[in-house]
């Protein structure tokens, strides 16, 4: 019997309708750095993807925006060795559709984040008997905060060296957080490197944390959707050294 009925239960006052009172979406983008498994059961009870999602929106489009005179730079070196009519209409193109790809970058970020909560959320079934493709959507783009900070920092320091002083693109492997910083690798090994950042380690933490909690399983079980998300990662960091990117 609850001894004081006038008190709202705690797992109710975790999480307002609104997802604006104590507890919700607001507190969830301090907590997720500070106390993330408060976040994890707010999600569990029902947060929503598409706020965390806002905020993804705006700051890849804005570190998008940033991109733009570094993509110019990368051009004007001119490593393909184009004749000088072909430097040119390519800096004009790439002018013409620089804002088109500053709204586009979001939506395409919304689209991996739907392909890896379907394959996850396939995995986590698996070893959980529950499946809720939105709670892990939710759960992707919250912890997915860490490799905003990592990105941002990459920029910032990229524009603070200098655009001008870009050489080549061995300059922007150089703004790492991770061991290639170090070693400095080609192919599979870069990839590899790449993907134990300090920001991705964070982030592989807390996604196989929240997976646990979301999913109600022991976190060796919840490793398993976090090795798809990092498999993931590592050919995604593949294709961008393919793609010149």
Not at 64 to 71: A, G, K, M, R, V
Not at 129 to 158: A, D, H, N, R, Y
Not at 161 to 175: F, K, M, P, Q
Not at 209 to 216: A, D, L, R, T
Request: aromatic share 10%.
């Amino acid at each position: 019997m609850n001894e004081n009925p006038g008190r709202i239960p705690e797992e109710m006052d975790e999480l307002s309708p609104s997802g604006e009172g104590r507890g919700g979406f607001v507190a969830s983008l301090i907590d997720i750095f500070i106390d993330p498994i408060k976040v994890f059961k707010r999600i569990k009870a029902g947060l929503p993807w598409w706020q965390p999602y806002t905020i993804v929106a705006i700051v890849i489009a804005v570190i998008s925006y940033f991109q733009i005179p570094i993509n110019k730079q990368l051009v004007m070196l001119n490593e393909r060795g184009l004749s000088a009519e072909q430097l040119e209409t390519q800096v004009e193109m790439m002018g013409k559709f620089a804002l088109i790809g500053v709204i586009a970058a979001p939506l395409m970020v919304l689209l991996i984040y739907v392909i890896l909560a379907a394959l996850c959320n396939v995995t986590a079934n698996l070893v959980s008997g529950k499946s809720s493709f939105k709670k892990m959507l939710s759960l992707l783009t919250f912890t997915g905060f860490v490799g905003l900070i990592e990105q941002s920092l990459k920029m910032l320091i990229l524009h603070m060296r200098g655009i001008e002083n870009i050489a080549s693109r061995d300059d922007l492997y150089s703004v790492s957080f991770s061991l290639n910083r170090f070693i400095e690798s080609d192919g599979i090994l870069r990839a590899v490197l790449e993907s134990f950042s300090i920001f991705q380690i964070w982030f592989l933490i807390l996604f196989t944390i929240g997976v646990s909690v979301v999913y109600e399983i022991d976190r060796s079980k919840a490793i398993v959707p976090t090795i798809v998300v990092w498999v993931l990662g590592v050919l995604g960091i593949m294709l961008q050294g393919l793609g010149g990117g």
